[in-house]
């Protein structure tokens, strides 16, 4: 079975200033994906960012980007120049890629606060 | 926003009483899951469907049912309900074709469930 750790319940940081939120993840399939979800409050959760394991180059989204490290069994976010905007639960997940297996496991999440 | 609606947003019952949450989505996804979300936050998966007439019990045991009858609607029902099954209760759903561009997964707003 999969796990995913986030070893960071809450974090808080100064608007403007970058941040990085740290995940682990435990694993014995070669192929799988790599996501992060953020849940504001009260509203959906939606997807931030994604990463294919195959894939060596560290995906990015504007100011989202991973810093995927396969062999360490890890996956960690960098919020640049961070909003008040992406104050939120942080959900980091592992989908194995596996067709008509597309389950999320998810880590406990990071409560984060940026301060104006 | 997705479009995947769930109601009620919140939701007062005493012990005892039958109740159906409802999920629904306009996305045409095959893939649909409930994931009950705990006070600290964690996500389980309860239940998953992989299409109509396809439901499978997920990693957290429950004693919630569902039923897929029809692709857009993938309704939980409690029997019977406690204080124990007090939580928010998520609903989402995916393409999930085993194409990465298909990983993604739309989440409902919830539904806050308190037993009384």
């Known amino acids: 079975a999969q796990t995913v750790t986030q070893s960071q319940p809450e974090m808080s940081v100064q608007e403007a200033e970058t941040v990085t939120l740290s995940c682990t993840y435990d694993t014995s399939e070669n192929n799988y994906y790599l996501f992060w979800y953020k849940q504001p409050p009260s509203r959906q959760m939606i997807l931030v960012i994604r990463?294919?394991?195959?894939?060596?180059q560290n995906a990015t989204e504007n100011r989202f980007s991973v810093n995927f490290q396969k062999a360490a069994k890890s996956f960690s976010l960098k919020i640049s120049d961070s909003q008040l905007g992406d104050t939120a639960m942080y959900f980091c997940a592992f989908m194995k890629h596996v067709f008509g297996n597309e389950k999320l496991t998810f880590g406990t999440g990071t409560r984060l606060t940026i301060i104006p | 926003e997705a479009d995947i609606y769930q109601t009620p947003r919140y939701l007062v019952i005493g012990t005892g009483k039958k109740i159906t949450l409802e999920c629904s989505q306009t996305?045409?996804?095959?893939?649909m899951y409930w994931y009950q979300q705990d006070p600290g936050m964690e996500l389980h998966l309860i239940h998953y469907?992989?299409?109509?007439?396809?439901?499978e019990k997920g990693d957290l045991s429950s004693e919630s049912t569902v039923s897929r009858i029809r692709t857009e609607h993938f309704p939980l029902t409690l029997e019977s309900a406690r204080p124990s099954h007090t939580s928010q209760y998520l609903c989402a759903s995916s393409v999930g074709q085993g194409w990465v561009g298909d990983t993604e997964a739309f989440f409902g707003q919830g539904t806050r469930l308190t037993v009384v």
């Open positions: 990463q294919e394991a195959y894939k060596q």
């Open positions: 996305m045409g996804h095959d893939k």
């Open positions: 469907s992989y299409g109509v007439n396809s439901t």
